[in-house]
């Protein structure tokens, strides 16, 4: 069974930047598509950005777009979300899950798509 484990979180001043790991376990990383997840306290979790199972596609959220990069090394089993420009905003605790994709090249923005889940890293963002 596929496993994910969230790495790189951490305490980083407004402006700074952070790159998230998605390492996986148990199984192929690379016929899954990925996306990334956040949750703040109090909020509802939102999806940031997912890509497909072959790099291929992907997608951002409006708030994020142009300051995060999704990208994926399926040799490595490991899937990255670098985070540029970080803002008090994007505190919160930040999730990578997998999905068997329904077509090729494709990723998905909701969470009910997602079959498996990490256990989340934080970032926080604070002057």
């Known amino acids: 069974q596929l496993q994910l484990v969230e790495s790189g979180g951490g305490l980083v001043h407004p402006g700074g930047a952070l790159r998230l790991s998605c390492a996986a376990s148990g199984d192929l990383l690379g016929l899954y598509a990925i996306g990334w997840f956040r949750q703040a306290p109090g909020k509802e979790r939102e999806a940031v950005s997912c890509i497909s199972s072959n790099g291929g596609g992907s997608n951002y959220a409006d708030s994020v777009k142009g300051r995060f990069t999704v990208s994926r090394d399926n040799a490595k089993n490991t899937v990255y979300l670098q985070m540029n420009s970080l803002n008090p905003e994007d505190t919160s605790v930040y999730y990578c899950?997998?999905?068997?994709?329904?077509?090729?090249?494709?990723?998905?923005?909701?969470?009910?798509?997602?079959?498996?889940w990490g256990q989340g890293t934080q970032v926080t963002v604070s002057p």
């Open positions: 899950a997998a999905a068997v994709p329904r077509l090729g090249n494709v990723c998905y923005d909701y969470d009910y798509e997602y079959e498996y």
